[in-house]
T-cell receptor, first 114, second 110 residues
Framework: GAVVSQHPSWVICKSGTSVKIECRSLDFQATTMFWYRQFPKQSLMLMATSNEGSKATYEQGVEKDKFLINHASLTLSTLTVTSAHPEDSSFYIC??????????FGPGTRLTVT | QKEVEQNSGPLSVPEGAIASLNCTYSDRVSQSFFWYRQYSGKSPELIMSIYSNGDKEDGRFTAQLNKASQYVSLLIRDSQPSDSATYLCAADFYTDKLIFGTGTRLQVFP
């Protein structure tokens, strides 16, 4: 149980384009989903918290107009990186919780912007 | 002071030994504590959660919590080379999100 999927697992895009990443909870309803970013050899950085049907809460320093988060249902949240630039290249990981504090992570999406 | 602190390591232990990973947290009340394992290039995987003082055992893993000392540890018995990874400690501090430490890299050598 507690399986979270992400799609795509990796993506290469050109600078200036937008990329959408999907995060799905496969066997439970996720009341809250989280989006993290991790640069090589660095720790996890929380970007935002999203609850189904409401606006995401972004961490300080994260541009909400650049990283659009939609949590349309209890099993799906999406992160759209708009007008991507090479500095946005990173490992993006979502996690989900069903109400307890335990977070279950998706396998991550590796984004490369050329 | 960071809210959740871990020694970055690497912690090197021989195969079959006990690996002891430590984590301290700031002077804030927290309900839950978690240990995650992250292999290089992969996402974190939940290993243990602990909510009350004392020990909690699950297979080769034992989590220990001492709220008075603001200290959480993870013991891995009979360490295997496949246990080589970065171990992340996290606490909730009664918020809706987890605060992660920077992780301790464990190396188990044959």
């Amino acid at each position: 149980g507690a399986v979270v999927s992400q799609h795509p697992s990796w993506v290469i895009c050109k600078s200036g384009t937008s990329v959408k990443i999907e995060c799905r909870s496969l066997d439970f309803q996720a009341t809250t989903m989280f989006w993290y970013r991790q640069f090589p050899k660095q720790s996890l950085m929380l970007m935002a918290t999203s609850n189904e049907g409401s606006k995401a809460t972004y961490e300080q320093g994260v541009e909400k107009d650049k990283f659009l988060i939609n949590h349309a249902s209890l099993t799906l949240s999406t992160l759209t990186v708009t007008s991507a630039h090479p500095e946005d290249s990173s490992f993006y990981i979502c996690s989900a919780t069903s109400g307890s504090y335990e977070q279950y992570f998706g396998p991550g999406t590796r984004l490369t912007v050329t | 002071q960071k809210e959740v602190e871990q020694n970055s390591g690497p912690l090197s232990v021989p195969e079959g030994a006990i690996a002891s990973l430590n984590c301290t947290y700031s002077d804030r009340v927290s309900q839950s504590f978690f240990w995650y394992r992250q292999y290089s290039g992969k996402s974190p995987e939940l290993i243990m959660s602990i909510y009350s003082n004392g020990d909690k055992e699950d297979g080769r893993f034992t989590a220990q919590l001492n709220k008075a000392s603001q200290y959480v540890s993870l013991l891995i018995r009979d360490s295997q080379p496949s246990d080589s990874a970065t171990y992340l400690c996290a606490a909730d501090f009664y918020t809706d999100k987890l605060i992660f430490g920077t992780g301790t890299r464990l190396q188990v050598f044959p």
